[in-house]
């Protein structure tokens, strides 16, 4: 390969063209799969989020069950208690212990009213939840479904560009080694600066192809010559002649069709 110092203007002009039909076709590829990665990316973590949502919501009803059938124990506790001190006022000896044990059986059967109260509360915080958790299972499964349909599709297009995606890539980065710092720092620039990512671009029918803005024929005769870099003075894109260009596509038209 020849020094990067020795490559003629020319040859400099064509590498960087080269360069710009290679991130353009990799561009290309990229635009088919468009948001699919962020959406598949962004139903990840919905999914995610609502199954950890789920797994909490059936923790807390195991946890409400298991209250419940606390309370239904002490219920159980407290009408024992209230068996005992009711047998316990038959041996009394005076009216001070017989009102003692009147206080505790109804002290009792006010702990049972709030436990029966309680437990109510929490049946209705049961079905509450029951409610909510088959409206976010069924969330769940759409969100689910979706997702793997979005895989699928992502995965089927990966399958299809990955193999010319990778090729290119190499290309890409062979095709940058072939280019001074200072050019391929300006054309990364300018790339990174316009929506359409074209850093250099042909003159055709005496405009940019980039900006449409007429070139002067001067200019034009100086770009036809390939003896400085020139660039749009509108756009900051490099030009090439469209002679130039429609050579380096046949050429890379050749290189991408052996993918």
Do not use: C, W
Not at 108 to 115: S, T, V
Not at 159 to 180: D, G, P, W
Request: proline fraction near 1%; charged fraction near 35%; aromatic fraction near 4%.
């Amino acid at each position: 390969m020849a020094n990067i110092k020795e490559l003629s203007v020319e040859d400099k002009l064509r590498a960087l063209y080269d360069l710009q039909l290679i991130d353009s076709r990799i561009d290309e590829i990229r635009n088919v799969r468009g948001e699919l990665p962020l959406e598949v990316e962004d139903l990840e973590d919905e999914v995610a989020g609502l199954s950890t949502r789920l797994e909490k919501l059936k923790t807390d009803l195991e946890s409400i069950e298991e209250q419940i059938k606390e309370k239904k124990s002490a219920i159980e506790d407290h009408k024992a208690a209230i068996k005992k001190y009711t047998e316990q006022q038959k041996n009394v000896r005076n009216n001070r212990e017989f009102n003692s044990l009147t206080k505790e059986v109804e002290f009792q059967e006010l702990e049972i009213q709030l436990a029966e109260k309680h437990i109510k509360e929490m049946k209705a915080s049961i079905e509450h939840k029951k409610e909510t958790i088959a409206q976010s299972s069924e969330r769940l499964d759409a969100k689910s479904s979706h997702l793997n349909h979005k895989k699928s599709e992502l995965d089927a297009i990966m399958a299809e560009t990955q193999k010319e995606e990778t090729f290119l890539s190499e290309k890409s980065v062979e095709y940058q080694a072939m280019i001074e710092d200072r050019l391929l720092a300006a054309y990364t620039r300018i790339r990174t600066s316009v929506r359409n990512g074209l850093a250099v671009v042909s003159i055709e029918r005496g405009a940019s192809a980039g900006s449409f803005f007429t070139i002067p024929p001067q200019t034009q005769m100086e770009i036809a010559a390939r003896k400085k870099i020139i660039t749009d003075e509108h756009s900051g894109r490099i030009l090439v002649d469209s002679v130039l260009a429609e050579e380096e596509r046949e050429k890379m038209e050749q290189l991408f069709s052996k993918i």
